[in-house]
């Protein structure tokens, strides 16, 4: 996770900084693409499960880290359509049945296309609404005891953002945003100790990732 999120603050610095641009800001009608870098803290909401072991487990997950790319396509002056990449993580320890302890780190890699509109206040402020639909891919890894045990899903992912920026100059701005993720999936892949199974969980233990994040981001117009 720490080795990713370095990558990607390094790419997105320059992606941020780079790029060769002649628009002014999001005002311009020649500003054609907005890319964006972020990273916040996410909490989990609204009945969600992260935990592969069942929901009896839930309460164990209380807050995480995120950090995301965004490549958007500006059109028609107030319209957005493009992508976006995010790492959502956490960790927690835990004991389950017959007392096994365990210490568990989820990820979820979410690759998705979005769309929305953008709608500017002066040439200093924007405000901005996204919203998207893709895939997921979750991640728990960690120890059972002593053991170290790998378990992946695939899912269908949303999200909803909403943010506002201020122009730090003539094609770079800072911001907040605040964003909500959804998935759900009651099928996994778990690897424990070197032997492999598939299975599904009923729909009381099923996966359940409900995220709220709030993130500060650069982004760059060109």
Not at 193 to 199: M, S, T, W
């Amino acid at each position: 996770m720490r080795k990713t999120v370095v990558y990607i603050i390094v790419l997105s610095t320059i992606i941020s900084f780079t790029s060769v641009s002649k628009a002014q800001n999001a005002s311009d009608p020649a500003t054609k693409f907005m890319h964006e870098a972020g990273f916040g803290k996410s909490n989990f909401v609204m009945g969600q499960n992260l935990s592969p072991w069942g929901v009896h487990h839930r309460a164990n997950y209380n807050s995480g880290s995120i950090v995301y790319l965004q490549a958007n396509y500006i059109f028609n002056d107030r319209g957005i359509l493009g992508v976006r990449c995010d790492l959502m993580g956490t960790a927690a320890n835990y004991v389950i049945e017959e007392g096994l302890r365990v210490s568990d780190n989820v990820n979820i890699m979410y690759f998705a296309l979005q769309t929305g509109g953008i709608n500017t206040y002066s040439t200093r402020y924007s405000l901005s609404m996204l919203a998207g639909v893709g895939y997921a891919l979750y991640q728990s890894y960690g120890l059972l005891e002593f053991e170290e045990y790998n378990i992946y899903s695939h899912m269908l992912g949303l999200n909803l953002d909403l943010s506002f920026d201020f122009m730090l100059g003539s094609k770079s701005s800072i911001g907040c945003k605040s964003s909500v993720f959804t998935s759900l999936s009651n099928k996994f892949q778990r690897e424990i100790g070197g032997k492999k199974d598939n299975l599904k969980m009923d729909k009381t233990n099923q996966l359940f990732p409900n995220i709220v994040t709030a993130s500060i981001f650069l982004r760059r117009y060109f």
